[in-house]
């Protein structure tokens, strides 16, 4: 089981910037798609990106297409979500998780069997 640790969160305001990591020690790494989501208090957890295993292919939903950008560095098995022009409903804990069995990104967290403990991100206004 391949094991997550995100980073990079914190607090900042409205149109602000942040880049969040999803780092592992797994040599396996090239081959997992990662997703990355994101959980508010009492909401369920939702879509914010995915990349494939290449990092040839990246999928966005509409709230963030335009804002945020996922790449990774497979050489140091490390996946980055871009998140700029923030505002307060991005505000959330972002996770990101890794899909070893796909052919496809998927949008879906069943998809994804390892996750890691979450980073938390503020937008205040």
């Known amino acids: 089981q391949v094991e997550l640790v995100e980073s990079g969160g914190g607090s900042v305001r409205t149109g602000g910037s942040l880049r969040l990591s999803c780092a592992t020690s797994?040599?396996?790494?090239?081959?997992?798609?990662i997703g990355w989501f994101r959980q508010a208090p009492g909401k369920v957890r939702e879509f914010v990106g995915a990349?494939?295993?290449?990092?040839?292919?990246?999928i966005y939903p509409d709230a963030v297409k335009g804002r945020f950008t996922i790449s990774r560095d497979n050489g140091k098995s490390t996946v980055y979500l871009q998140m700029n022009s923030l505002k307060p409903e991005d505000s959330a804990v972002y996770y990101c998780?890794?899909?070893?069995?796909?052919?496809?990104?998927?949008?879906?967290?069943?998809?994804?069997?390892?996750w890691g403990q979450g980073t938390q991100v503020t937008v205040s206004s």
């Open positions: 998780g890794a899909d070893d069995s796909s052919s496809y990104l998927s949008i879906e967290t069943g998809t994804y069997g390892a």
């Open positions: 797994s040599r396996a790494f090239s081959s997992f798609n």
């Open positions: 990349i494939s295993r290449s990092g040839a292919e990246a």
